[in-house]
């Protein structure tokens, strides 16, 4: 099934998809939109485009487990995304994964001052990388 990752942010929303065999994620790129509803109208082409089945969206809960304003926000953008679009989405825990985006590409040795360029779509890339990580690992459980 094509997945998409979201990483929503208030200026610029990351997103990533990966193949059909769910076996690797990749970056889609970057909406940079003002506003929930533009944003989220910016993710539903791209979401068409990509023949997306799923939507999976980060939920930046915090570190103690509880959800925040941000959560909630994210949370509502979701359930837009599912309404504008018709394709079910899930929230998918994102704690620390802009932390370990912003050192995936100092360690890369790209410039400090071009992260906000990549950061979102390389945040959004490993939503959905532990995403399908977390579903390969379930469904072998099931298994068991």
Known sequence: MVIIGIDYGDVRTGI?????????????????????????????????ELKAELIVVGNPVNMDGSEGERSLKCRDFAAYLSEITGIPSEMYDERLTTVSAHRYLAASGVDGRKH????????????????????????ANSRD
């Open 116 to 139: 906000k360029k990549h950061v979102d779509e390389l945040s959004a890339q490993i939503i959905l990388e532990d995403f399908l990580s977390a579903r390969k690992k379930a469904l």
């Open 16 to 48: 990533a998809v990966c193949d059909k065999l769910e076996m690797m994620a990749s970056g889609a790129g970057c909406i940079k939109a003002e506003g929930f509803k533009k944003a989220a109208e910016g993710v539903a082409a791209k979401a068409k």
